[in-house]
């Protein structure tokens, strides 16, 4: 069974410009979370989507933004690009809550 | 607020020790405990989880304990081996599952 796929998997952009990132998740997993991984800070929670509906969200400002498909592969996208964004982005699937996550490799994006 | 703190940060440990990673998290609801082990440059993933109505659970050389009453939990490995060395991260659900917030991770070193 294929594992969460995280597409791109390197990204650079500029101060000022937005990016979107995509996550498909394992064949049935209906839970897609987002984690923003910096070194010393750990994984930082953005959102949670299960069945289309966002259920939570972390302290991440407005300009961080996502939603799910019906397919359950989830998008996640970041407005006005600051040189703070720069991360390794996770996204996560699993089938419902409390249940194992998979992570995806990760999207490792550069603002400069 | 909701918060999950993890020590050591940094553990260095010899090989055929002992390591413990300590846990603890805020909110009281949270009901499922995972702790997942990232390698250099891959994904995180479970090694070993536990819910709230459990105490201890063990998987070969893994065992985790919680304490709901001090909302703490541990990981103990014991018999370290250099393969053990990674980051781990302990993780607390809340909001009914659709929230897992994580420790800052442990960088555990294992001499051979």
């Known amino acids: 069974k294929a594992g969460v796929t995280q597409t791109p998997r390197y990204l650079i952009k500029t101060r000022g410009q937005q990016v979107t990132l995509s996550c498909s998740p394992i064949s049935g997993h209906r839970s897609v979370s987002w984690y923003q991984q910096t070194p010393g800070q750990g994984l930082q929670f953005l959102f949670e989507y299960f069945s289309e509906t966002q259920r939570n969200k972390g302290n991440f400002p407005g300009r961080f933004s996502g939603r799910q498909f019906s397919n359950s592969r989830s998008e996640m996208n970041v407005s006005t690009l600051e040189l703070g964004d720069s991360a390794l982005y996770l996204c996560?699937?699993?089938?419902?809550?409390?249940?194992?996550?998979?992570f995806g490799q990760g999207t490792r994006l550069t603002v400069v | 607020g909701e918060n999950v703190e993890q020590h050591p940060s940094t553990l260095s440990v010899q090989e055929g020790d002992s390591a413990v990673i300590k846990c603890t998290y805020s909110d009281s609801a949270s009901n499922y405990f995972p702790w997942y082990k990232q390698e250099l440059g891959k994904r995180p993933q479970l090694i070993i989880d536990i819910r709230s109505n459990v105490g201890e659970k063990k998987d070969q050389r893994i065992a985790v304990t919680l304490n709901k009453t001090a909302k703490h939990f541990s990981l103990h490995i014991t018999e370290t081996q250099p393969e053990d060395s990674a980051v781990y991260f302990c993780?607390?659900?809340?909001?009914?599952?659709?929230?897992?917030?994580f420790g800052a991770g442990t960088r555990l070193f294992v001499k051979a």
């Open positions: 996560a699937s699993r089938t419902e809550g409390d249940t194992e996550a998979f």
């Open positions: 993780a607390a659900s809340m909001a009914g599952g659709f929230k897992t917030i």
